[in-house]
């Protein structure tokens, strides 16, 4: 079973606030990602990370920001968020090909 | 074109049936070939990995076909635990050579 978690579990909160979901991995993976996916729709990769003070942006644009100053730690920063912002959002760590995802944060902007 | 294609479904099949999901991939140069699976408003979790030779594990049978470029799972004696979407990931033409997942398909089992 995979170490990765994820907070908050769900969130709602209003337009224009700032949030930050949290992603931590203790298996010293050093790759993660983050990947945003509707109700039945496909996963899109947003961001993702080869290690400690490496980020990329992933296939799909995204208004968010993320950070890798720890191996652990992956954080997702949302500076202003819109109702468009709502999905669930699923974090993801591997060491080689193999990715495992934590519970994911299911995000709704009113 | 996408690069991993896979039949939507849903698949409705009884309980005890042989169910067949196929997904081609664009990319002849992938290496790594996986399926997930993933419940109704869960994660994804990895259910097996896909090698040249084909592989089982218990009632799944996982096939790779290069030289169509197709990734095959079979699940036999399906069991309503089953039910779920099956993800085709195959390491993709994205850049740093990472995974890209298919949209799925739907299975659903019933009794």
């Known amino acids: 079973e995979a170490d990765i978690y994820q907070t908050p579990r769900y969130l709602v909160i209003g337009t224009g606030k700032k949030i930050t979901l949290e992603c931590s991995q203790t298996?010293?993976?050093?790759?993660m990602y983050w990947y945003q996916q509707d109700p039945g729709m496909e996963l899109h990769l947003i961001h993702y990370?080869?290690?400690?003070?490496?980020?990329e942006k992933g296939d799909l644009s995204s208004e968010s920001t993320v950070s890798r100053i720890r191996t652990e730690h992956f954080p997702l920063t949302l500076e202003s968020a819109r109702p468009s912002h709502t999905s669930q959002y699923l974090c993801?760590?591997?060491?080689?090909?193999?990715?495992?995802f934590g519970p994911g944060t299911r995000l709704t902007v009113t | 074109r996408k690069e991993v294609e896979q039949d939507p479904g849903p698949f409705n099949v009884p309980e005890g049936a042989t169910v067949a999901f196929n997904c081609t991939y664009s990319?002849?140069?992938?290496?790594?070939f996986f399926w997930y699976r993933q419940d109704c408003r869960k994660e994804p979790k990895l259910l097996m990995s896909?090698?040249?030779s084909g592989n089982e594990d218990g009632r799944f049978t996982a096939q790779l076909n290069r030289a169509s470029q197709y990734i095959s799972l079979l699940i036999r004696d399906s069991k309503l635990s089953d039910s779920a979407t099956y993800l085709c990931?195959?390491?993709?033409?994205?850049?740093?050579?990472?995974?890209?997942f298919g949209g799925g398909t739907r299975l659903m089992v019933k009794p």
């Open positions: 990931v195959v390491n993709g033409e994205n850049a740093g050579n990472m995974l890209t």
């Open positions: 990319n002849s140069a992938s290496q790594s």
């Open positions: 896909v090698y040249s």
């Open positions: 298996m010293g993976h050093d790759k």
């Open positions: 990370s080869y290690g400690v003070n490496s980020t």
């Open positions: 993801a760590s591997s060491f080689s090909y193999e990715q495992y």
